[in-house]
């Protein structure tokens, strides 16, 4: 029977394969490792880079954990402006979260 960080060590092996072959799928698979910390040590930092590589090539999913970590201040600086530009790119790719995320701090003005 394998182990399971053996199977997330060639989960991650196949990811950056295809990742660093620009695929944006695996770009944001790579980054929900990081910020789950599954069979890696959690990294914001590294969560909000490859979800940032991801983001710039229209991965939706990626664009709304761009905003979260930006809303939220994680691996990146706190920016609620960044955050609402990638929530709403998101919600223009077709992400409904994400137009439901926009929303929220268009309430309170911020």
Do not use: H
């Amino acid at each position: 029977m394998t182990r399971p960080s053996q199977d997330y060590d060639q989960a991650m092996a196949w990811y950056l394969k295809a990742a660093n072959q620009g695929d944006a799928g695996a770009q944001n698979n790579i980054g929900d490792i990081y910020e789950k910390g599954a069979g890696v040590s959690k990294d914001d930092v590294k969560a909000a880079q490859w979800y940032l590589k991801a983001a710039n090539q229209g991965d939706a999913l990626a664009q709304n954990s761009l905003g979260l970590m930006y809303f939220e201040g994680r691996g990146v600086k706190q920016d609620k402006i960044k955050s609402q530009e990638w929530y709403s790119k998101s919600c223009d790719n077709g992400y409904q979260p994400s137009c439901d995320a926009y929303k929220i701090p268009n309430k309170d003005g911020n």
